[in-house]
């Protein structure tokens, strides 16, 4: 079952622009990951946020987290065409185990 | 230290087949996870194994099995092959899994199409 809703499902800017991906869950968590997918190939983790974290930062990327919402968005700074991917976020459902349940994505195409 | 591995990486069956699909998890990772990918579906849970032992299980037939070996190297197996198991099967290990889940990271994929 999905747990994660992404908006938008797609998404396109311009290089240098910043990319807002949002995601939203149903029940609780212990933590909320995101990752990029290009075309078909393997996922890459980005960032890890803990249930107990609000917001988290890594090189270009900010990750927020609101649990109160049961919610998180993904923002991409000065993007490049090289983050042109699909973003996937993926919550644990308190479950204990590594079990990922993910939304179905934002596709982001950045253009030149 | 070396990624996730997964072997084949492509693969082509026809209906009916067996397939058996292998993953090496990242050194001195022992919990061993596998997803579906399909455009309809999506991401999707199959099952998990730690230390050899199957720890949770998604909603799929029982034509998909899989196992874990001492070395922490895990396969699956999708019996009698349907046209919809065509998919990307993905495979990701992490250090513990315990408690709470810990940082996955996912190998390549090996790309199935059953003709």
């Known amino acids: 079952s999905q747990q994660g809703e992404e908006d938008p499902q797609a998404l396109s800017i311009q290089e240098g622009e910043n990319a807002t991906m949002n995601c939203s869950y149903k029940?609780?968590?212990?933590?909320l990951q995101w990752y990029r997918q290009n075309s078909g190939r393997g996922l890459v983790h980005l960032i890890l946020i803990r249930s107990n974290e609000r917001e988290k930062h890594s090189g270009r990327l900010r990750v927020t987290l609101d649990t109160s919402k049961k919610s998180s968005s993904l923002l991409i700074t000065a993007s490049r065409a090289a983050d042109t991917a699909s973003y996937f976020c993926a919550t644990d459902e308190n479950s204990g185990y590594s079990t990922l349940t993910f939304g179905k994505g934002t596709m982001l195409l950045v253009s030149p | 230290k070396a990624g996730v591995t997964q072997t084949p990486r492509y693969l082509i069956k026809t209906r009916g087949q067996q397939v058996t699909l292998s993953c090496s998890p990242i050194?001195?990772?022992?919990?061993v996870s596998w997803y579906q990918q399909t455009p309809g579906q999506g991401l999707q849970f199959l099952f998990e194994y730690f230390s050899e032992t199957q720890r949770n299980k998604g909603n799929f037939p029982g034509r998909f099995s899989g196992r874990q070996f001492s070395n922490s190297r895990s396969e699956m197996n999708v019996s009698t092959l349907e046209l919809g198991d065509s998919a990307l099967y993905l495979c990701a290990s992490s250090q513990e899994g315990g408690g709470y889940t810990d940082t996955q990271y996912f190998g390549p994929g090996t790309r199935l199409t059953v003709l």
């Open positions: 029940t609780s968590i212990n933590n």
């Open positions: 050194s001195g990772h022992r919990s």
